[in-house]
């Protein structure tokens, strides 16, 4: 793996992630209580002795910068490093990234000084745990020019996905974008080639693209010069090349959730909290997450009821209900609070005590939720400051609405407050 370079494609402007991405880039998005997007991809690849990342960015890299340069240092006796590489203008280029080919081709300089075999190219906004030894292995075993990562997919949310046809030797030999009706049922395809029992594969008829590819060298540098006005790989280059080039899928068969919207966003991480198990766990001692290191005091929960919920470090909750819900690290919740179905993302830093009465008669609403507030079905971004006595629970059942003045959107039904927002004592949302 000391030959494999990883570029992970950080995203645009994240408009569907908005207003989660309204003061930082996409894959800087808090998952989990403590992660961060990010980390998912970034430790997939420290997990499969991968220590050559670029992460590739254009859009409020700020807060990415300040986590990546945090959480992952190789310091010492390795070449590794994991460094964010923003969108910039040069005078062959003054132009921002225009999508994901485009960026791989405006930092194909830097990419080629690197003395490696192949490039293994990524999303910043997925969630999986993959040992990509196993998919580079693939790449190889089959001398092929790009390998791309396939989910199976059964009938029902196939068209909602770039779909793709293959031989009986692996190779991609047709691509149809979110097909529908006959066009659908062209694309099935025999899923025991790529390792799916037959059971399976009567269940699963059709691959979907997971957005992540493995590029010869050579070939990767020969597309973006052989395709210079085409900016995207799934939708253009490969589609393009692929009567040309040895192009294999290799079938990746555990969980893989893309989160794209808020709605996805919002139930990958109430998921996390499902027992007995999990779609996705966090606590993989073979192949750990990792994230920054903060050094948080333990969780306090005073006289609290707590089921089927995932609290993060440095938190202290009094005398309230917690029910299904994530809560990040240091997040304060005060009494007779209700929290159901929610996702609270926390807070960056403590108030000083002096400045944290329980008590609803004060001047200016602290960090934190406030006593006797009812929060169902939201999602609190970071230091939001709400009030006593507050009702967030979507009453009228508005499933879109933009109330940034008001310090919260509603997307899909689930009410979004923004960081740093502000909801005054006795809001009912």
């Not at 402007?13 to 989660?20: C, E, F, K, N, Q």
């Not at 280029?93 to 994901?100: D, E, K, L, V």
């Not at 790529?194 to 399976?200: K, P, Q, S, V």
Request: with cysteine; glycine share 6%.
């Amino acid at each position: 793996m000391k030959r494999v370079l990883a570029i992970i494609l950080g995203g645009g402007a994240g408009t569907r992630l908005y207003p989660l991405t309204k003061l930082r880039a996409k894959p800087a998005v808090p998952l989990a209580g403590k992660y961060r997007l990010i980390d998912i991809p970034v430790s997939n690849c420290v997990n499969s002795e991968i220590y050559k990342i670029y992460v590739l960015t254009q859009f409020n890299s700020a807060s990415l910068n300040r986590h990546i340069a945090r959480a992952y240092s190789f310091a010492g006796f390795t070449d590794g490093f994991v460094e964010v590489l923003a969108a910039q203008q040069t005078p062959e280029n003054p132009n921002w990234f225009q999508g994901t080919a485009d960026a791989v081709r405006q930092y194909m300089w830097l990419f080629q000084e690197w003395e490696i075999d192949e490039y293994l190219i990524l999303s910043g906004d997925h969630l999986y745990r993959m040992d990509y030894r196993l998919f580079v292995q693939r790449h190889q075993e089959t001398n092929a020019d790009v390998t791309i990562s396939v989910v199976p997919m059964d009938e029902k949310r196939a068209s909602d996905f770039g779909l793709m046809k293959i031989n009986d030797q692996g190779r991609i030999v047709d691509f149809s974008e979110k097909p529908k009706g006959e066009a659908l049922k062209q694309m099935q395809v025999d899923t025991k080639i790529l390792g799916l029992t037959a059971e399976e594969a009567v269940k699963m008829p059709y691959i979907a693209s997971m957005g992540i590819y493995v590029f010869k060298k050579d070939v990767l540098f020969e597309l973006l010069n052989s395709y210079p006005d085409s900016t995207d790989f799934g939708k253009e280059i490969i589609p393009s090349s692929s009567k040309d080039l040895n192009v294999q899928a290799y079938l990746f068969n555990g969980y893989w959730e893309d989160i794209g919207t808020i709605e996805a966003f919002y139930d990958a991480n109430l998921a996390l909290t499902r027992q007995p198990r999990p779609p996705f766990s966090f606590y993989d001692e073979a192949a750990p997450i990792y994230t920054r290191a903060r050094y948080l005091p333990p969780t306090k929960l005073l006289d609290c009821q707590v089921t089927e919920s995932m609290i993060g470090e440095g938190c202290i909750l009094k005398d309230c209900r917690i029910d299904h819900s994530v809560l990040g690290v240091r997040s304060r919740v005060e009494s007779g609070c209700l929290v159901e179905d929610s996702l609270l993302m926390g807070a960056d830093f403590y108030q000083p005590f002096s400045e944290r009465e329980s008590n609803c008669d004060r001047r200016d609403v602290p960090l934190g939720i406030g006593a006797n507030t009812t929060i169902r079905r939201a999602i609190v971004d970071k230091n939001a400051r709400i009030g006593c006595d507050v009702k967030i629970i979507n009453k009228d059942n508005v499933q879109e609405a933009d109330r940034e003045k008001q310090g919260f959107y509603i997307r899909s039904g689930i009410v979004v407050v923004l960081k740093n927002a502000i909801i005054p004592d006795g809001t009912i949302i």
